[in-house]
């Protein structure tokens, strides 16, 4: 009886002892996870602006350079500080200018859809106030020179031009100028304009603060058919 109880005792040591033995088996790791991805933002390398000097009511076109590493699609947001998008992409803007002089700030924001960059790009804005009025300067000739900008049915040109010019040919030379009227007036755009004919020429870029400069340029020909003279100067103006 006794050994039988001993049995006993020692069947059920032994199985307890080996359960946790048993158990050693299996296999509790957790399978490999797989590597987050790393994303990389887009890279601009350039947002420019052409032409970034204008007048008034004219336009800029904005041209975008982005890549992404990743090859993910891109989107692009576009901003400005005054003005409006007559047009949108994702590589290009066109920017219509406000009628008040300022420097403007447009932005271009380029998203992967995971992160986002921008960049700027300023345009300077001349408005048609800036250009309107009497402009008086001097050439490279030391000759004055005389500029009257008008505003008509909405369009801004110059209308008359008084000048002087030295004209040197072969063996001889002249002095001629006068008053010119332009009509039709030569129409300023983006902040220059630019006239040419067979015995005069002139050409003007505004600058902001309000300056005008450009060059200028005649021909004559001698009274008894001897020849033309011809004559150029450079001119730099003011407003009066």
């Known amino acids: 009886?006794?050994?039988?109880?001993?049995?006993?005792?020692?069947?059920?040591?032994?199985?307890?002892s080996l359960i946790p033995i048993l158990g050693?088996?299996?296999?509790?790791?957790?399978?490999?996870?797989?590597?987050?991805?790393?994303?990389?933002?887009?890279?601009?390398?350039?947002?420019?602006?052409?032409?970034?000097?204008?007048?008034?009511?004219?336009?800029?076109?904005?041209?975008?350079?982005?890549?992404?590493q990743d090859n993910d699609t891109l989107s692009v947001e576009w901003s400005a500080t005054g003005g409006v998008f007559?047009?949108?992409?994702?590589?290009?803007?066109?920017?219509?200018?406000?009628?008040?002089?300022?420097?403007?700030?447009?932005?271009?924001?380029?998203?992967?859809g995971k992160a986002t960059v921008d960049s700027d790009v300023s345009i300077t804005v001349t408005a048609v106030s800036n250009f309107v009025g009497n402009w008086s300067g001097t050439t490279s000739q030391n000759y004055p020179i005389s500029f009257i900008v008008e505003n008509v049915g909405g369009i801004v040109g110059v209308t008359q031009v008084d000048?002087?010019?030295?004209?040197?040919?072969?063996?001889?030379?002249?002095?001629?100028?006068?008053?010119?009227?332009?009509?039709?007036?030569?129409?300023?755009?983006n902040g220059e304009f630019d006239y040419s004919s067979s015995t005069f020429s002139v050409?003007?870029?505004?600058?902001?603060?309000?300056?005008?400069?450009?060059?200028?340029g005649a021909s004559v020909t001698h009274p008894q058919g001897l020849g033309t003279a011809i004559g150029s100067a450079t001119y730099s103006a003011t407003k009066l």
């Not at 009886?1 to 307890?16: A, E, G, P």
């Not at 887009?42 to 009511?57: D, E, H, R, T, Y």
């Not at 800029?60 to 982005?66: E, I, M, P, R």
């Not at 050409?203 to 200028?216: H, I, V």
Request: glycine share 6%; net charge negative; with cysteine.
């Open 1 to 16: 009886m006794k050994t039988s109880i001993f049995c006993r005792v020692l069947s059920i040591t032994l199985i307890i």
């Open 24 to 68: 050693c088996d299996k296999d509790n790791s957790t399978p490999n996870s797989t590597p987050t991805e790393v994303n990389h933002p887009p890279v601009i390398s350039s947002l420019s602006a052409f032409p970034s000097n204008i007048g008034g009511g004219e336009t800029s076109k904005l041209t975008l350079v982005a890549t992404d």
């Open 86 to 112: 007559l047009s949108t992409s994702n590589d290009s803007a066109v920017w219509k200018s406000p009628n008040n002089s300022d420097t403007y700030t447009c932005t271009a924001k380029v998203s992967d």
């Open 163 to 189: 000048y002087k010019i030295d004209c040197q040919g072969t063996g001889w030379s002249a002095t001629t100028g006068g008053t010119l009227i332009f009509n039709p007036y030569v129409e300023i755009a």
């Open 203 to 216: 050409d003007g870029t505004f600058n902001n603060p309000p300056t005008l400069s450009g060059e200028l």
